[in-house]
């Protein structure tokens, strides 16, 4: 579903190095927006320059150390948010993130927003290339593989609890398991893609949305029995896209909560 695209950096999105196995560029020049469960796109206006167009991303700086992506989200409210890298130093949540937007033109838009406020704390917006991007992105990855047998390990994410999975409380399966930090363009076949060693149906995946009808980064799945959902925490912190996805047992009760504020 991810396409390759060149940019005027000069790279075509490929993998970068064996640090990162799904490390591709996903995101399109011009992001027309999802429909359903599949991802719009139409055609760059940089096609008629016969020139390719620049990547879409903007660096943050000046976060809450609370921030999440729906924050990042509402703070860039009326732009198309394809993936928000929270950057993270000797573990710790940094105050900075990155923000790929859904087209080049949308880059002018979000500077605009440059010294704005998000609660108390005025944001500031800086223009940035894909380089420092999956710079960051690979800063990520390499950190929490060298922590990873420590359960403070940073996420892409600024908030990451891990209830339901510390060692003092083990959850119990019932067939619902809760996925959280998906990128904002995800849509049921992305989920479907993930689990894809697993029996589902599109039928079976639940993207959460707010009340403007945006995804908010989580999703529930439904598998066919405790067994299979039990077995599908192995793909717990895997990667989808360039975004980590941490896994949580659920309950159908907490699926219809989530999806009712949504409507």
Known sequence: MFSRWKYLDGEDGREMGSKRQRLVDPYPPFYGGSSGSSLMY??????YMGQPPPFPVVRLRGLPFDCTDSDVAEF????DIIDVLFVHKNGRFSGEAFCV???????????QRNRQNMGRRYIEVFRSKRQEYYMAVAAEVSDVKASSPRRSAPTTRARSYDEGKDAGHVAEHTGVLRLRGLPFSAGKDDVLDFFKDFDLSEDSIHIVLNSEGRSTGEAFVEFANVEDSKAAMVKDRM????RYIELFPSSVEELDEAVSRGR
């Open 239 to 242: 990667t989808l896209g360039s």
């Open 42 to 47: 139409n055609a760059s206006p940089y096609a």
């Open 76 to 79: 860039f409210q009326g732009l």
């Open 101 to 111: 937007l859904g087209y080049p033109l949308q880059v002018d838009l979000a500077l």
